[in-house]
């Protein structure tokens, strides 16, 4: 095995042009369970441990290297949420935004803001600069369009409004895998944005259910039922060893409709 | 008990001692069995099967054999002795025979230089199977007849009646132990033709027995050795890499180690039985059972293990710690295409349990009587008979006292607040304070303590004088449970010195101290220590003429006659004594008998607090009254009981092995294995009830299985009271709670 360490991005992207199937490595907390597993064997490794250009963070801009336990202490409401469910705490001071985008499991806990804040992923390689909605970078449960030559360098946030809630099913109070995982956020007008994750091969916006929550400033439980289920009817959940398809469904309109509940009030 | 020591000993018996081995694991200088290293050793690695079931028709090791590194590849054809392990039936090839019975079944094992070489050689290994049609429902491989035992009990008129009836099916998933060392061991040969063995065990002279035969070798060329255990729950009750690297390190000639990663020690080491069960009680309009009807089927798994001896206690304690003058129980044990489920904490009263306290619950609910009320108006107390099989209750039993002191301790008055870390669902955020119900449960437990249904169930120990304290040497292993305190403790108030040290002794050195399992290392080994220290104390007041004993030496009228290390030169005294409990008997065939040396009890409540419409529970407190005997270490008998709490709770809640249809584990790691944090424990209030028994130590009885076994029917109980539903199923999962019947 071949591990490369660049000491800067335009290095990083070299390397990353020079080999074949190269495996950039930031926190290691999704790659190196698959290779204690033996699910994956890497041939090259491209360090990114000393990009500080990743780690650069502000309000319209996530480095790919910023690490969730700094996201803890996010201003976004849900970003700091969402990070405080990120595994152990161990986990999240090694875990970067990037790895969740790279990994692109369908419970990524990062998505559903990300999705919510219609972000934009942003790629490097030595051929340019792509930059792509995060429906046009997620193309199905674990798989991206990323190129095997490109870097995930980070996501640009467009403005959003401050009320915010995420919110993540789990059975165990902390450090676990979520079965529905939630974001809305609402302007105070009435314009709203919901995105969940855990029930479709890619994170996804309800927006059935997003143009009932956008109708008007004030929601009465009319509209919350509605909305409710709508989110239900729009998601695409499976069965699996983690839950069933029907209690995902029913979960997601319910922690939607409590998320936007928090939003409102 | 007739020892009496004239000083008073520090660190006796009834103290809060410090364990030897606690400071060294909290600051990683124990020597865990996967820290063992040896000069030259290779590492093993192990190809396992991925089907259920299916015909191996061509496995080619040439490949692996081949490559750089690669000193060794064995599979069954290369077990020289009897190729099927087993401590009670030898039904377990020791590699995969042909026949692939169960997930993860071992078909190779392979030792090279380091473990990376090692794994890649055992995936270079080709493994062709033919699959077959896997049995995965007890139900169908009762169909089939493919039963371990069935161990029926009829007691009293199959056609009494009671004004009431309630009947119900209940289901359990499985359980794992998920202790958090892994299996590791190594084994080194001695250049004799004979091996030193270090491996996971519970039970060292068993695993030898077992071993000499599979290996082909004479006792004496066989060693078992003791090492550190990170936890064991029953789960290295059965052999697992043992005999794979003792065969390696005989044929290489080479010391061979292997530590099992968390998927290998998922396929590895035996569960707790999955069980499905249903039941039918009979009472009168005062709530006195008249008649319990039962019919239990455990999944065994692909080979017996220990279940024979599982199902014995699921069908004896099926009605609980009650009176009741007609049972009729047919528990089975059946053998499916599952991993083999053996020993886990305790050892089929668990399913037992479940079932028998949701049936008190509903009967309660059903007559108009407070679930407390009818437990105590049937408690099981001295002089009764055990509802199933008619043995009487000699030792104490204080099941309506243990009732009594949960019932009493004060509950939770406190609200959930909008603390998240407090509220269902906790750092998820699903749930805010107004939507959380709270509920109250309870559940009572009866386990057997020691061996049952006749076993010769012995402990050897030997204490031995030194020149400066005592040794106390046993193969009675520590697994984690600190049982090295206990017999210290134990040994120091018999003899009346404080220099104690116990010296684990590998199987050509002692006989067997009995396994560390069945609650019964504290009644069993420390039975023995007791009798040998005062045995040693008794050889050394004589020896000397004297009257008292302590570190210096021998005392008489107050002046010290004779110092230790003279004792040792003029002895030396060393007392070695093989100590049995009182005899129990083979059932009949109606499942009648003195199965059982003695019992103990508890009783549990737990305090939820439950989102009805996500399904999310978080248990808020947990509390317990247990029947200790006599305390001899509340320290760490207190540890016992909230580890015990946590993984009972765990199987009530989140702790399920899940199967997929063709027989196939789904969820082989901690990531979807989901076992409590500390987030998920509750405060825990115990209330140790101390009638002392005949013939523990000091009247000391086994404790630690049986925290683990009626927390988990506390815990669904009060799920059920929070929302109402019936919940027959554990683990009680979200859906459950929101789709289920109410």
């Not at chain 1, 915010?164 to 109070?173: D, E, N, P, S, Y």
């Amino acid at each position: 095995m071949e591990y490369v360490r660049p000491k800067a991005l335009g290095e990083a992207l070299d390397a990353l042009a020079a080999f074949d199937d190269p495996t950039p490595l930031a926190g290691g907390t999704d790659l190196m369970v698959e290779v204690n597993l033996n699910h994956r064997r890497p041939d090259v490794v491209v360090s990114l441990r000393s990009l500080d250009e990743l780690r650069r963070w502000d309000d319209t801009w996530i480095g790919a290297g910023v690490t969730f336990a700094r996201l803890e202490g996010a201003d976004d409401p849900a970003l700091a949420q969402l990070a405080r469910t990120v595994g152990s705490p161990q986990i999240r001071a090694a875990a970067t935004l990037g790895g969740n985008l790279g990994t692109a499991s369908p419970a990524a806990d990062s998505l559903p803001f990300l999705a919510a804040a219609d972000a934009h992923v942003v790629l490097k390689s030595t051929a340019g600069e792509r930059r792509l909605r995060w429906d046009e970078f997620f193309v199905g449960p674990k798989q991206t369009v990323r190129r095997p030559d490109e870097l995930i360098v980070g996501v640009e946030l467009p403005s959003r409004p401050e009320r915010q809630a995420f919110a993540k099913v789990g059975v165990r109070q902390a450090m676990v895998i979520s079965m529905v995982s939630c974001c809305v956020l609402r302007d105070p007008s009435g314009p709203t944005r919901v995105a969940l994750g855990s029930v479709g091969p890619t994170v996804l916006r309800a927006t059935d259910a997003e143009e009932v929550a956008s109708q008007a400033a004030r929601l009465t439980d009319t509209d919350l039922d509605e909305f409710q289920r709508r989110v239900s009817a729009e998601v695409r959940p499976i069965t699996d060893h983690r839950s069933t398809a029907e209690y995902r469904r029913h979960a997601a309109g319910v922690v939607a409709r409590r998320a936007l509940e928090r939003c409102l009030r | 008990m007739s020892v009496e020591t004239r000083h008073r000993i520090r660190g006796g018996v009834g103290e809060s001692v410090t364990r030897p081995d606690g400071v060294p694991k909290v600051c990683g200088a124990f020597q865990y069995l996967d820290d063992l290293r040896a000069d030259g050793m290779l590492w093993a690695a192990t190809r396992r099967a991925t089907v259920a079931r299916g015909r191996i028709v061509a496995l080619d090791v040439g490949t692996a054999s081949a490559m750089p590194g690669v000193h060794d590849v064995i599979t069954f054809a290369d077990v020289p002795g009897r190729p099927y392990q087993g401590q009670i039936v030898p039904d377990q090839p020791v590699l995969c025979d042909g026949e692939i019975r169960h997930w993860g079944e071992a078909i190779a094992v392979v030792a090279a230089d380091d473990p990376e070489t090692a794994r890649l050689a055992a995936e270079a290994i080709t493994v062709d199977v033919e699959e077959l049609e896997p049995v995965v429902d007890v139900e169908r491989a009762l169909e089939l007849g493919d039963v371990f035992r069935h161990f029926p009990v009829r007691r009293g008129d199959p056609e009494a009646r009671g004004d009431v009836v309630v009947e119900g099916f209940y289901e359990m998933g499985t359980q794992d132990q998920a202790p958090l060392g892994t299996e590791a061991g190594l084994a080194v040969p001695d250049g004799h033709g004979g091996v030193d063995l270090w491996g996971p065990s519970q039970w060292t002279h068993v695993d030898h027995e077992q071993l000499v035969a599979c290996l082909g070798l004479r006792p004496e060329e066989l060693r078992v050795h003791i090492s550190g255990l990170g936890g064991a729950f029953g789960a290295r009750e059965d052999l697992t890499l043992q005999t794979h690297i003792a065969l390696l390190a005989l044929r290489t000639g080479r010391p061979v180690k292997q530590h099992y990663d968390r998927a290998d020690s998922f396929a590895a080491h035996v569960k707790r039985h999955a069980a499905r069960m249903w039941y039918r009680h009979e009472a009168d309009r005062d709530g006195r059972l008249v008649k319990v009807e039962a019919r239990m089927i455990l999944d065994g798994g692909a080979y017996q293990m220990t279940s024979q001896a599982v199902i014995a206690n699921a069908a004896t304690f099926a009605v609980g710690p009650y009176r009741c003058p007609n049972t009729f129980v047919d528990a089975y044990v059946v053998r499916t295409n599952h991993p083999p489920a053996g020993a886990m904490r305790g050892f089929g009263t668990n399913q037992a349990c479940f079932a028998a306290e949701s049936q008190m619950d509903r009967l309660a609910a059903e007559l108009g009587i407070d679930p407390l009320e009818l437990r105590l108006r049937n408690a099981l107390e001295p002089g009764d008979a055990l509802a199933t099989t008619g043995q009487v209750v000699t030792e104490p039993l204080p099941t309506s006292e243990v009732i009594r002191s949960v019932a009493a301790l004060p509950l939770p008055d406190d609200e959930p607040g909008d603390d998240p870390l407090r509220l269902p669902g906790g750092t998820g955020l699903t749930t805010p304070p107004d939507r959380v119900v709270r509920g109250v449960g309870y559940a009572v437990g009866i386990k057997n303590l020691a061996f049952s249904e006749g076993f010769d169930d012995y402990a050897e120990a030997r204490v031995t004088l030194t020149a400066d304290g005592a040794e106390v040497h046993t193969a009675a292993i520590e697994v984690g449970q600190g049982m090295v305190t206990v017999l210290i403790q134990i040994a120091r108030s018999a003899l009346g010195i404080e220099n104690v040290e116990v010296v684990f002794d590998d199987t050509s050195k002692i006989g067997s101290a009995g396994s560390s399992s069945a609650s019964r290392q504290t009644q069993m080994a420390g039975g023995a220590v007791l009798r040998a220290a005062e045995a040693a104390r008794s050889a050394a007041l004589a020896l000397a003429g004297g009257d008292d004993l302590d570190d210096l030496g021998v005392w008489r009228d107050g002046e010290l006659v004779m110092t230790l290390a003279e004792l040792a030169e003029r002895g030396p005294i060393s007392e070695w004594v093989r100590f049995r409990h009182p005899e129990t008997e083979e059932p009949d065939e109606n499942g009648q008998g003195r199965l059982h040396v003695d019992f103990s009890v508890a009783a549990h409540r737990a305090v939820v607090d439950v989102d009805p419409e996500l399904g999310l529970v978080r248990v808020v407190q947990i509390d317990i009254a247990q029947d200790v005997g006599r305390v001899i270490n509340p320290v760490q008998l207190r540890g016992q009981i909230e580890g015990g709490i946590a993984q009972g709770m765990g199987w009530a809640i989140m702790e399920e092995l899940v199967f997929r249809d063709d027989g196939t584990v789904a969820n082989p790691t901690f990531t979807d294995y989901l076992l409590p944090t500390i987030l998920d424990m509750p405060p825990v209030e115990a209330v140790l009830v101390e009638q002392p028994g005949t013939w523990g130590p000091f009247g000391a009885k086994g404790m630690a299985e049986l925290p683990t076994v009626s927390v988990t029917p506390a815990v669904v109980a009060a799920i059920r009271d929070a929302t109402g539903k019936a919940l027959r199923r554990v683990p009680v999962r979200p859906e459950d709670i929101v789709f289920g019947d109410g």
